[in-house]
């Protein structure tokens, strides 16, 4: 396959950016997204000049990292799928694909399609978490859990940050991120005895960021490689609504 | 970041109760506008626009329906800026995510609604106002006792010269009534100009807006009849997006009844703006 590339291209936070062209040829269509990029860096490498910077890591889907804005939509024309398990045969010889960072102010660029996403790990930081004391490990039965509400709560919980949801709001907005991590606590009797207090301050940390205000438009939803429902945002609502009015909280 | 200092989902939820509540006055302004369809002449429209004018009840709603309106708009004016500031540099290539039908474009199909509201208060709420200029209506026994006060008053000789003139012209104005100024049970005068007020009522009779006679001259013309229908589908679209927007905003998603409120908002926002769209389709094609 032979491709058109158009690329951000930013030196760092301060400097300004531009698209700049490049053309990949003979690439398989059971290359990986990632891997085509790979191979584009390995020739600019070869010319002396400033391989494309974007992030990755476990390159199986699972951790996050990756995250790129293809031809208009979050990790590109598949669903359900991180860019890193995005193939080339989802393209067709002689595409032109322009590929974008996530923009969102509160996802401050780094350099070229690498953005900082620590504003996730503040949210989590100010409540998405479950206060225990140190001492033996509790029986694992000893709390019974719905089988139904425990596949909710996983479900919630295979989130795995990569901001899709941000990226694709046409708000910016974070709610289906920070609707899952409320979620998955809410969910299991582990979570109830901090929900309120989560919430609120989870809630506030993402307004304080400068995330944007959901107009349930779901495309959060419909780009999520993890298909995270929108079923979280109104969780999130609810628990929201029944904190601010019947918690001491 | 944020233009005003409460939470986000708490100026989402107020979007949604007030919207909530304007959403429960639409079917009760349609029944009221249904009533034009009706060929009495125009009897129980323009008793019903007698009882919202005159009740007091329905005068404290007008205000809070008002503040309600007011209210919808502003927050929904804080949360796009909100928005827009929360993406300062936009992406080249336009989204191909998908997303809930019209969801995209509630702010504009909110901005034609209000355009729609204005013109709206222009040609009715500001002639109740008395801002502006329109139509009006007297009932001949409010004329009429009004009449006989001031007759009295003359017999005891209480009127000066100049007013006993105006009072026997008044009479013969009356006598002489042209045609198209009683309406079809001769209960009430119609279609009056401020002018024709003063000749056949009295100088400081109060008449009220003809709402009736406005609208059938407001909708025989085919442009304004366009312009209407058009800002009821702009009001179709903004509907279907908010009654689900509104249940997701109070928590209301459940697989037991997303079914349910899906239906009703494709169902609310079809026949709640076609009852109002049928009143110009009626005048302007079927010669109500």
Redesign the interface.
């Known amino acids: 396959m032979n491709l058109t590339l158009?690329i951000w291209r930013q030196d760092n936070a301060k400097s300004k950016g531009r698209?700049q062209t490049y053309k990949v040829t003979e690439i398989s269509p059971e290359t990986s997204f990632l891997e085509m990029l790979d191979i584009l860096n390995e020739g600019l490498v070869d010319k002396v000049e400033h391989p494309v910077c974007f992030d990755n890591d476990c390159r199986e889907g699972i951790c996050g990292m990756c995250g790129l804005?293809i031809?208009?939509?979050?990790h590109g024309c598949d669903d359900g799928v991180t860019t890193c398990q995005l193939h080339m045969r989802k393209f067709k010889d002689g595409d032109v694909i322009?590929i974008?960072p996530w923009?969102?102010?509160?996802f401050p660029i780094i350099r070229d399609l690498v953005v900082d996403r620590s504003a996730f790990d503040k949210i989590i930081q100010e409540g998405g978490y479950v206060s225990v004391t140190t001492g033996g490990v509790p029986d694992g039965n000893a709390i019974p859990i719905p089988k139904k509400q425990a596949d909710q709560a996983m479900d919630s919980a295979s989130c795995i940050g990569c901001g899709a949801c941000v990226a694709?709001c046409?708000?910016?907005?974070a709610m289906l991120f920070v609707g899952a991590k409320v979620s998955q606590l809410a969910l299991l009797p582990q979570g109830k005895p901090e929900a309120a207090l989560r919430v609120?301050a989870m809630?506030?940390k993402?307004?304080?960021l400068?995330?944007?205000?959901?107009?349930?438009?779901?495309?959060c939803e419909?780009?999520c490689p993890k298909e995270i429902k929108?079923?979280n945002?109104?969780?999130?609502?609810?628990?929201?609504?029944c904190a601010?009015t019947c918690s001491e909280e | 970041?944020?233009l005003v200092q409460f939470?986000?989902?708490?100026?989402?939820?107020a979007l949604a109760a007030v919207g909530l509540f304007l959403l429960v006055f639409l079917p009760v302004h349609m029944g009221i506008n249904l009533c034009i369809l009706r060929e009495d002449g125009g009897e129980w429209y323009r008793n019903a626009c007698h009882f919202m004018g005159t009740n007091y009840i329905v005068k404290i709603f007008e205000m809070v329906l008002m503040a309600t309106i007011l209210l919808h708009i502003g927050v929904a004016i804080v949360?796009t800026i909100?928005?827009w500031?929360?993406?300062?540099?936009?992406?080249?290539?336009?989204?191909?995510?998908?997303?809930?039908f019209m969801?995209?474009y509630?702010i504009w199909t909110g901005g034609i609604i209000g355009c729609f509201l204005i013109l709206h208060f222009i040609n009715f709420y500001f002639v109740k106002l008395d801002i502006v200029e329109g139509k009006y209506t007297a009932e001949i026994e409010e004329v009429d006792s009004f009449f006989q006060q001031k007759a009295k008053k003359m017999q005891s000789g209480e009127l000066g010269e100049k007013e006993q003139a105006v009072l026997v012209a008044q009479y013969q104005a009356l006598s002489q009534l042209p045609e198209g100024k009683l309406d079809k049970s001769g209960k009430s005068l119609v279609n009056l100009s401020k002018e024709e007020v003063k000749k056949y009522c009295g100088e400081d009779f109060e008449a009220e807006p003809d709402f009736y006679t406005m609208c059938k001259e407001f909708f025989k013309n085919k442009y304004y009849s366009l312009i209407y229908l058009l800002c009821f589908v702009a009001l179709a679209f903004h509907l279907m997006?908010a009654i689900?927007?509104l249940a997701?905003?109070?928590?209301?998603?459940?697989s037991k009844y997303n079914k349910v409120i899906e239906n009703f908002a494709i169902g609310f926002a079809i026949i709640v703006p076609l009852g109002f769209a049928l009143i110009p389709i009626a005048i302007l094609f079927l010669g109500f």
Request: proline share 3%; with cysteine; charged share 25%.
């Open positions: 158009k698209f804005y031809n208009g939509r979050p322009t974008e923009r969102a102010r509160p694709s046409k708000n910016a907005s609120q809630v506030a993402m307004d304080a400068g995330f944007g205000n959901c107009t349930n438009t779901y495309a419909a780009e929108r079923s945002i109104a969780r999130m609502n609810r628990e929201f609504l601010k | 970041m944020k939470a986000s989902i708490t100026k989402k939820m949360l909100e928005n500031m929360a993406r300062p540099v936009r992406y080249k290539v336009v989204s191909k995510s998908k997303t809930h969801s995209r509630m997006h689900n927007s997701q905003t109070f928590g209301l998603n459940h």
